[in-house]
């Protein structure tokens, strides 16, 4: 790498690392003015044990000690604390047990998708107009207009209730065919219309022509220039899908019972969950500021000619 490469990367990561910087201060204090509290649901609790509870998690000192403690704690030792409403268990814990699923569910559905939208882009785009080229847009337009919450309750109601061919929780390997089908239908139409829209346009360049007027193999001319260099725009979008989708779609995760990071972090905005809600926030927001620092320095890998600034 050169000096100006290396420069840019620099400046990148200090980027990224003031971006994580404000997602900890942005969310520490908006978790603190919604009002209630995490011990606010037991109505049995006394005010004595209320208050142990508080002393217990610091949360009886003033904020701006709580916030200076904890960003101490998270950038010294990343430590996101224990868990507010799961007695005896650390945030980075279950943080860690929930990725094991959401990685293993989002990876799959990640390059299924990558896989699919390119080779459906790329085929749409070399039969322009045709019959073929229409039903993909079509099937395209479609997964991209519908919530993954509609997918995922029609592929549950028909899959799982009426055929009975999957099991309606995400618990099992037959479990995570269902999820992954979900995850991957909105990326995987997107993917398609960008490598179709960025495929068309690098066949309209002059450098395509030339090779044509030259002889070159349509197969080369495919695969060696037009595919390659439309692959810019997917590398783009790819990066921080692939950090959303790794982490968990909170919706599909909830409909199917996965026990993946999403469905944690859901249950920590219901429970009030103060410390694993920050977890799971600068988790989501770390993984998405390193993958478009990826896909950043993954364009000059692919495309040379971009000069990095």
Known sequence: MNTKTLLYIAKRILLAL????????????????????????EKSLP????????????????????YFNYLLDVTTKFDFGPSLKKDGR????????GMKTSVKLGLTAAFAALVSGTILGSVAALNRNKLIDRIIMVITTAFVSM??????SILLYWFSVQLRWFPANGDTAAGYVLPVITLALYPMAYITRLTRSSMLDVLGQDYIRTAKAKGVSKFKIIFGHALKNSLIPV???????????TTGSLVVEQIFNVPGVGRAFVNSITGRDYTLIMGTTIVLATLIVVMNLVSDILYKVVDPRITLE
């Open 147 to 152: 919530p993954s919450f509609v997918i995922g």
């Open 90 to 97: 650390m945030v980075i814990d279950i943080i860690t047990d």
């Open 18 to 41: 003031l971006t994580v910087w404000v997602v900890i201060t942005v969310t520490f204090f908006a978790t603190r003015l919604v009002p209630g509290d995490p011990f606010l649901a």
């Open 47 to 66: 005010e004595v044990a209320k208050q142990q509870l508080e002393e217990k998690y610091g949360l009886d000192k003033p904020v701006h000690e709580q």
């Open 235 to 245: 590398i783009t979008y790819f990066g921080p899908m692939l950090a959303y989708i």
